[in-house]
């Protein structure tokens, strides 16, 4: 991929998300009719950046009741049960191949995808793992959650929780809660590409994590946690390189330390944007866990265009986990659009020189 190649945008709007907020959000949007993601980020890029920095490649259609907003006739369609069953049948490894599918069309240019299911992010580095060798590629990833964790090991911390913590946040009678099967999705997404080896341990970076468990749960001895904080420690053991949320916050010199291990010829960039929830932005699908402040997303945007600038030739990059149903939708489509900006073409954010 040469330094003259576009970048070639594409898109999704496939939203399969099984928690009840979401789906709550999603009934309480019937009919409306906000820009997609794809086209929010792309308003600005088309007046900022030289049309001849770029192409569209457009986006991958959704069924229709999977979609952020759906259109009121869709109601019926709408439940917990659905989403549940389209996830378990494993329906977003699906997605992620069409996505795979559309991003090939990019030929010798630079793939970007902008969605709202994380996941969607796998089918694209697959394909270009397929193309130029896992040996060859690291993947960047900057997002609050770790994303490599099985469905097997979150059932197993679920289930302590229920019966340990008189607090619990789950209902014991919900019956999603077990026997799950371990789905290809949202979080457990790095988890398949690394057991497939389209993704190489050691050539793995993930930046921002705030979901890391704390001490006093690494300290437990259930098998049942030891398995879900194990699927966290083991991820450093087998050489992926990880900075906390704590780390970056504290200073650049754990991600400069990071950075330079990057060896490969080519690399994968991977925003989610709830690496910013909280403080950078509020319009993310997850706002579960608290991100960085916008000046600290725009430094390692800054830092990760050094990278290229200085070291591998970018392969692919994404941008995803946007919620077009919160009223915070154009600030988030304005700082996914400056972070393309950043790294893609060294931009300064708003799309200045």
């Known amino acids: 991929m040469s330094h003259a190649a576009k970048i070639a945008f594409l898109g999704s709007a496939l939203d399969p998300d099984e928690r009840e907020p ?8 019937l009919g409306a009719t906000p820009p997609s993601p794809y086209e929010a980020v792309l308003a600005h890029i088309r007046g ?55 991003a090939a069309q990019a030929g010798q240019d630079i793939p970007c995808l902008i969605a709202v299911d994380h996941s969607l992010a796998g089918g ?22 770790t994303d490599a964790i099985p469905m ?20 014991p009678n919900d019956p999603f809660l077990r026997g799950r099967p371990n789905s290809y999705n949202a979080s457990s997404f790095l988890f398949h590409l690394l057991d497939e080896g389209a993704v190489l341990a050691k050539n793995l970076y993930l930046l921002g994590v705030a979901d890391w468990p704390p001490k006093q749960a690494l300290r437990l001895k259930d098998p049942r946690m030891k ?34 291990r990057i060896k490969t010829p080519y690399v994968y960039l991977s925003l ?42 970018l392969a692919g990059m994404d941008l995803c986990e946007l919620n077009p149903r ?7 489509a304005r700082l996914a659009a400056d972070l393309i900006e950043i790294i893609a073409w060294g931009h300064q954010p708003g799309g200045g020189p």
């Not at 097997?152 to 946040?169: H, I, K, R």
């Open 272 to 313: 989610d944007l709830d690496v910013g929830a909280g403080e950078a932005i509020e319009a993310v699908r997850f706002n579960d866990r608290r991100g960085l402040g916008r000046a600290g997303l725009i430094k390692l945007a800054h830092a990760l265009r050094g990278l290229l600038d200085s070291g591998p030739a």
């Open 124 to 145: 694209v580095i697959a394909r270009l793992s397929r193309r130029l060798g896992p040996e060859n590629l690291s993947l960047v990833v900057l997002d609050a959650h």
């Open 227 to 260: 398995a879900y904080t194990g699927a966290y420690t083991h991820l450093p053991r087998a050489g992926v390189g990880v900075a906390t949320r704590s780390d970056l916050a504290g200073g650049g010199a754990k991600l400069k330390a990071l950075l330079k």
């Open 48 to 102: 900022e950046v030289a049309p001849e920095r770029f192409r569209e490649l457009g986006e991958a259609p959704a069924e229709a009741w999977l979609l952020p907003c759906p259109e009121p006739g869709q109601a019926r369609e709408l439940s917990l049960e659905a989403m549940v069953g389209f996830i378990d049948a494993d329906g977003c490894r699906q997605a992620a191949e069409q996505i795979g599918e559309l």
């Open 22 to 29: 979401a789906l709550a959000e999603k009934l309480a949007s």
């Open 152 to 171: 097997s090991a979150v059932a197993g911390a679920v289930a302590y929780d229920l019966e340990t913590n008189p607090q619990s946040a789950y209902d």
């Open 326 to 332: 919160h009223p915070g939708r154009e600030q988030a």
